[in-house]
């Protein structure tokens, strides 16, 4: 009784925040984007039966998990029956009735967030700590993504319940927590194709430290290590053969490439944008404050600091800016191979793509330093995940961003250096993100979204135990009983 009672106010907590998110956040309004494009996709496979482009020819842009859940949706709702794309386009009830999937993705990552924090608390906070976790998660994420269909939401749900999976293969080393956490990572690539390559990172990392740890069980350890990254590649397998058919790659989406040439451009970059750039990638509220210790202005947005500013909308077609160069020396190629008549749209695209990945890779093998001095800078734009949430003070989501950055990265620096396989569990997944996108993109602070929840998993947890440490310098230890 005493068990099942916390929980039920669990359930009743998540299941208040699924109902305001319908009430209060969920809107008939367009998406715009990379979400339309999902929509517009996912419509597509729905009534004609597979992922295509407008003109009819296969597509492999995006990754397919978000898009086929899409398709699911619109088949099974009988509020979306003969649903048109225009009508999704322009917004009303069917727009809302569609964005309302995403509160499985809600419900599957608030209950996740709830389970890690009751196994990582202490029992004296467990209860506060669970609260006040799932209300942060809510606040801070979910109300600020719900309102579409891009790829954060249900990546922060799967990167969660991937550490879920991962603690429980290190503590019991169960074939079923080897399959588990296999499927998940396969699942989580198939929304964010990057995370194939960190999951791959964090099962061999797992594998090598309880290896160290426990020498007498390595085989064991190696076994489960292996039919883990099998079941990850059993899960993306069936969308990687139908790429290789259709557009002989083994890859799950097209957009590699540029988001490396993005990177790559960089190149070019003089000292004074490198420098610059912290100005320009600081929120517009902190921005004064580093114009000043950096020596620079607003003005300077559109002056000597223009190529490192993402958007100059009083020029019709940008080509000034590193992002809008990256994106057009794409679009600029694939126009090229269209005019030829000798390929499809989506197969120009993908191209492109691949000679944009070819002269990015060119640029790190001749000057891998240039990836490694920058990183700092690129970690530093996506610290600020969150700047708007509905009910969370700007002030607020501007110290968040730090704590929870410093705390990951703290996390993962130690569980590597002390050994600690119950902390990688947690945190190597979500910091693997955060520095692959350090590392190798021009890092847009959305996609530090996914790690947000383990990052407040984490502050939760340090907040209790500074204040058990707090308490026991106050009071002393505790005297025993007689």
Same mark, same amino acid.
């Given at each position: 009784?005493?068990?099942?009672?916390?929980?039920?106010?669990?359930?009743?907590?998540?299941?208040? @925040?699924?109902?305001?998110?319908?009430?209060?956040?969920?809107?008939?309004? &367009?998406?715009?984007?990379?979400?339309? !494009?999902?929509?517009?996709?996912?419509?597509?496979?729905?009534?004609?039966? /597979?992922?295509?482009?407008?003109?009819?020819?296969?597509?492999?842009?995006?990754?397919?998990?978000?898009?086929?859940?899409?398709?699911?949706?619109?088949?099974?709702?009988?509020?979306?029956?003969?649903?048109?794309?225009?009508?999704?386009?322009?917004?009303?009830?069917?727009?809302?009735?569609?964005? !309302?999937?995403?509160?499985?993705?809600?419900?599957?990552?608030?209950?996740?967030?709830?389970?890690?924090?009751?196994?990582?608390?202490?029992?004296?906070?467990?209860?506060?700590?669970?609260?006040?976790?799932?209300?942060?998660? &809510?606040?801070?994420?979910?109300?600020?993504?719900?309102?579409?269909?891009?790829?954060?939401?249900?990546?922060?749900?799967?990167?969660?319940?991937?550490?879920?999976?991962?603690?429980?293969?290190?503590?019991?080393?169960?074939?079923?927590?080897?399959?588990?956490?296999?499927?998940?990572?396969?699942?989580?690539?198939?929304?964010?194709?990057?995370?194939?390559?960190?999951?791959? $990172?964090?099962?061999?990392?797992?594998?090598?430290?309880?290896? $160290?740890?426990?020498?007498?069980?390595?085989?064991?350890?190696?076994?489960?290590?292996?039919?883990?990254?099998?079941?990850?590649?059993?899960?993306?397998?069936?969308?990687?053969?139908?790429?290789?058919?259709?557009?002989?790659?083994?890859?799950?989406?097209?957009?590699?490439?540029?988001?490396?040439? +993005?990177?790559?451009? +960089?190149?070019?970059?003089? #000292?004074?944008?490198?420098?610059?750039?912290?100005?320009?990638?600081?929120?517009?509220?902190?921005?004064?404050?580093?114009?000043?210790?950096?020596?620079?202005?607003?003005?300077?947005?559109?002056?000597?600091?223009?190529?490192?500013?993402?958007?100059?909308?009083?020029?019709?077609?940008?080509?000034?800016?590193?992002?809008?160069?990256?994106?057009?020396?794409?679009?600029?190629?694939?126009?090229?191979?269209?005019?030829?008549?000798? +390929?499809?749209?989506?197969?120009?695209?993908?191209?492109?793509?691949?000679?944009?990945?070819?002269?990015?890779?060119?640029?790190?093998?001749?000057?891998?330093?240039?990836?490694?001095?920058?990183?700092?800078?690129?970690?530093?734009?996506?610290?600020?995940?969150?700047?708007?949430?509905?009910?969370?003070?700007?002030? /607020?989501?501007?110290?968040?961003? #730090?704590?929870?950055?410093? /705390?990951?990265?703290?996390?993962?620096?130690?569980?590597?250096?002390?050994?600690?396989?119950?902390?990688?569990?947690?945190?190597?997944?979500?910091?693997?993100?955060?520095?692959?996108?350090? @590392?190798?993109?021009?890092?847009?602070?959305?996609?530090?979204?996914?790690?947000?929840?383990?990052?407040?998993?984490?502050? $939760?947890?340090?907040?209790?135990?500074?204040?058990?440490?707090?308490?026991?310098?106050?009071?002393?230890?505790?005297?025993?009983?007689?």
């Amino acid at each position: 009784m005493l068990r099942s009672r916390p929980t039920a106010l669990l359930v009743l907590l998540i299941v208040l @925040l699924l109902v305001r998110t319908d009430r209060a956040v969920l809107t008939e309004d &367009q998406q715009f984007s990379d979400a339309m !494009q999902n929509v517009a996709f996912g419509h597509r496979l729905a009534t004609e039966g /597979a992922i295509t482009h407008g003109a009819g020819d296969l597509s492999m842009y995006r990754e397919p998990l978000p898009i086929w859940l899409i398709a699911a949706q619109i088949r099974l709702d009988p509020r979306l029956e003969g649903v048109t794309i225009d009508t999704l386009v322009d917004g009303g009830p069917e727009q809302r009735a569609l964005k !309302q999937g995403n509160l499985l993705w809600a419900a599957a990552l608030l209950a996740g967030v709830a389970l890690q924090l009751i196994r990582l608390l202490p029992t004296r906070h467990r209860a506060a700590g669970v609260v006040a976790g799932v209300l942060l998660v &809510q606040g801070v994420l979910i109300e600020p993504v719900a309102d579409g269909h891009a790829t954060e939401l249900p990546a922060a749900a799967l990167l969660v319940w991937a550490g879920l999976a991962a603690q429980d293969l290190v503590r019991s080393r169960r074939v079923r927590d080897a399959v588990a956490l296999g499927v998940v990572i396969g699942l989580a690539a198939l929304v964010k194709a990057s995370i194939i390559y960190v999951g791959i $990172v964090l099962i061999v990392l797992l594998v090598v430290v309880q290896s $160290v740890i426990d020498r007498h069980d390595a085989r064991r350890v190696v076994a489960l290590g292996v039919t883990a990254l099998l079941l990850t590649g059993l899960t993306v397998s069936p969308w990687i053969v139908r790429n290789v058919v259709a557009f002989d790659t083994p890859s799950i989406a097209d957009r590699g490439g540029l988001s490396l040439w +993005y990177r790559a451009i +960089y190149e070019q970059a003089t #000292p004074e944008e490198i420098r610059g750039s912290w100005y320009v990638f600081t929120p517009n509220p902190a921005r004064p404050i580093a114009g000043r210790l950096l020596g620079f202005e607003p003005e300077d947005l559109d002056g000597r600091l223009r190529r490192v500013h993402r958007f100059h909308p009083d020029e019709p077609e940008e080509r000034l800016s590193f992002y809008s160069l990256a994106r057009n020396d794409r679009r600029d190629r694939a126009f090229e191979l269209r005019e030829t008549g000798l +390929y499809t749209i989506p197969e120009t695209t993908l191209i492109a793509d691949r000679e944009l990945m070819a002269r990015g890779l060119e640029v790190l093998r001749r000057d891998p330093w240039l990836f490694v001095r920058t990183t700092p800078l690129f970690l530093y734009r996506g610290v600020w995940p969150v700047l708007r949430a509905p009910l969370v003070p700007v002030a /607020a989501l501007a110290l968040l961003g #730090p704590l929870g950055m410093l /705390a990951l990265i703290t996390a993962a620096v130690t569980g590597l250096v002390r050994l600690r396989p119950q902390r990688l569990a947690v945190v190597a997944l979500p910091f693997g993100i955060v520095a692959f996108s350090a @590392l190798l993109t021009m890092y847009e602070p959305r996609f530090t979204q996914p790690a947000v929840p383990t990052m407040i998993v984490l502050l $939760v947890v340090a907040s209790s135990r500074l204040l058990l440490a707090a308490r026991a310098r106050l009071h002393g230890p505790a005297r025993p009983r007689h």
